[in-house]
């Protein structure tokens, strides 16, 4: 056991940072830009990423990737958040949507999504949540039928993150109604432009573009687009969920936003009250806690291991890093924090939707208790 | 960045669980309330088979000597296994190591824990320390209920300087010592709190099947484990102002979290001298309080942090 990063490591953080300073303003929001001009500097800067081989370092070499240990895809995660995720929703294809296919696409998936998603000229969308299937995701209802060569899709989903900026869906629909619920779901790699695909917009008071309905009304793809065999998708993005609940490294953001309100409070001589003290350093403490815990899931990752159990405990105290620094910057930036894109402002929407995106807060807490206790919750 | 243990580490900690197996534990915990005082018996047994100065050791580190820390915790050893494995090498020469030896800060009131059973006592004054013998202070015994030996203590020497700066080093590895066993002690109660909802069924299930205790379970869960893990992180680092304090806060607020949420989950047999659970978690209010308490670490790791 030691906590040292390597010269490596290290070195990729230093030269990570020094290109990120360089090329972003300070403090600048991604995800508060409109959803069009997120997505136009999004993939600009992505593309900037892939040509230094910083868009998949974790992938291997033969699908555009370095092969990198999974360590620096955790700096590249933190250092990405700390400057306003630039990859805005690429960060999704990298960690999971790329390995998914790396894990169970066809050769010809493979050259074409794979070689796209490394060079950073697409974006995805996450075709998952259903009006009655959140947190049991296994209850989805979209159906996907077999027609010759093809698949007709029926359903609707909601909740989709990038929807209208996205080029395709990874797509989760049942083309078996037998069975466990789990056993008869299969995934499907649709372009979003398919005839027969409507996405609509959610207004929401979170950033522009965060949510959308997704119609599917018979909604033809060829069986190629099946990404894996047919009914076994739920185990396929099992699988690979953990990479999900750890791709944003919201302890760092955090902390971040922590480092700006302790900066305010010294601006005004209040860092001498106990009061102020107190509520910086539990929040600080809770950052912290995440960022080991996260450790735990990378050293995992780096030993071959499944890292399930401890990315359900990273999840839990991000979850509650983000809320009580939420807590801190309301507690002492007061009314400055209601105005609109002050830091506490964008602090609350990451800590209020902490629990809910990635699935949601309290499926972490049953998970890790049908470990902990025994039983199945 | 390592977060298993080496094989060296894994083969120290099995050997001290073992001992700690045989010598501590619940019926020595109990037996030591019961007649007062510490358990100098135990802190001889570690200290014969060299686990008291693995700290010291290159190879080892003070890292093994927060693991340790942390497995005694867990195990209920009434000895000052932080204090004497942690804090005391940081500040006092190998050579002149007392084997019992606890702390106290000036800078706070109080009864000081392991006072009356010490044969040295390191006071910590501003930046800088003092090495106090035995016959150097009196102590007055403090009847308490939270699970060690407290005492008030009256100076009476002028004890042996050690050296400029060497209060605000002991300070931080007293920080890293209480954090580790803070998180030894919570485990060890949020465990038999496990043990306690897996076997006692109401409305015809488990409690640890019902959801609403489950997630209580699991959050005060992983507060010990963040603890744990910075407390870890600071030893191996050398105890750094920051992440010591910042150890410090998340095992207070882990400790505070515990306490009531497995007293609440154990019912009133939890009260109860036949029951374990006060063993472990009464000394948990101890904890809390130690070396300033919360206030104290707060204020270290904002001037740590942010320099104020």
Known sequence: MHFDFSDDELAFR????????????????????PPEERAERSMAFVQLLSERGWLTPAWPVEYGGSAQAPWQQMILAEEMVAHGEPRTGQYMNVNWIGPAIILAGTPEQKAYHLTRISKG?????????????????????TTAVRDGDEYVINGEKIWTSNAGIAEFCFLLARTNAEGRKQDGISIFLVPVATPGIEVGDIESVLHPGAFHHVLFTDVRVPASCRLGPENEGFSIVRTLLANERTGVARYHRAAGYLDRIATWCAERDLLDDSAVIETL???????????????????????????DVSAWAYRTAAVRAERVVNEAAFTLMGAEGLARHSF?????????????????????????????????? | MEMTLSPTQQAVLDACTTALGRAAGPARARELRSAGGADDRLLTLLGEAGYLDVALDEESGPLTAVLITELAARHLALAPVGARSLVAPAVIAAEQLPEFVTIMDLAFGGPVRYAAQSEALIVLDGHDARLFTAAEYTTTAVETLFGYPLARVELQGGGVDLGAGSGDVARRWWRVAIAAEIAGTARAALDLTIDHMQGRVQFGKPLSALQALQHRVIETHVLIEGAMWMAREAAYHGAPAESSSSAAVAAVEAAGRTLFEVHQLSGSIGFTDEYDLTLSSLRLQTLRTEAGGMAAHSRALVAGRWGA
Do not use: H, I
């Open chain 1, 344 to 377: 506490a402002d964008s602090q609350f929407e990451w800590a209020v939707t902490a629990g809910v995106a990635g699935g949601s807060y309290e499926m972490q807490l049953n998970s890790l208790a049908r470990v902990l206790l025994g039983s199945k919750g």
């Open chain 1, 281 to 307: 350093a539990s929040a600080r403490a809770a950052c912290e806690a995440a960022r080991l815990l996260v450790y735990q899931v990378y050293d995992e990752k780096t030993r071959g291991l499944d890292p």
């Open chain 1, 121 to 141: 000229d697409v974006l995805w969308c996450q075709g998952f949540s259903e009006p009655d299937a959140g947190s049991d995701l296994a209850a989805l209802r």
């Open chain 1, 14 to 33: 230093k030269e990570l940072k020094e290109f990120l300073d360089g090329e972003l303003p300070v403090y600048f929001e991604f995800f508060d830009l």
